[in-house]
Nanobody, 114 residues
Framework: QVQLVESGGGLVQAGGSLRLSCVAS????????MGWYRQAPGKQRELVAR???????IYADSVKGRFTISRDNAKNTMYLQMNSLKPEDTAVYYC????????WGQGIQVTVSS
């Protein structure tokens, strides 16, 4: 059974920081590309950042220079360090794993107050 469990969300003031974690089980973590997506109220789910098996990364333009995605294959864990948070970063953040199919976490709320 595949499980992706996010943690680290919450309420923060604009300009603050949060670090999200995603712990994976039931998959061969090191063979999966991993990513963070987010969905704000009334909007479609969008890519925030992805990291390949080899560690290559891509970011949405809106978060470049502020967010950093990383992974620790020994711990089956992916991270998203979010700095200089803005109110428009408010959303439910989802962990994603992809190899032959997509797996998703349950999502975690991030709220940035102005």
């Amino acid at each position: 059974q595949v499980q992706l469990v996010e943690s680290g969300g919450g309420l923060v003031q604009a300009g603050g920081s949060l670090r999200l974690s995603c712990v994976a089980s039931g998959i061969d973590f090191s063979l999966n590309a991993m990513g963070w997506y987010r969905q704000a109220p009334g909007k479609q789910r969008e890519l925030v950042a992805r990291i390949s098996r080899s560690g290559s990364t891509i970011y949405a333009d809106s978060v470049k220079g502020r967010f950093t995605i990383s992974r620790d294959n020994a711990k089956n864990t992916m991270y998203l360090q979010m700095n200089s948070l803005k109110p428009e970063d408010t959303a439910v953040y989802y962990c994603n794993a992809f190899r032959f199919t997509d797996y998703w976490g349950q999502g975690i709320q991030v709220t940035v107050s102005s």
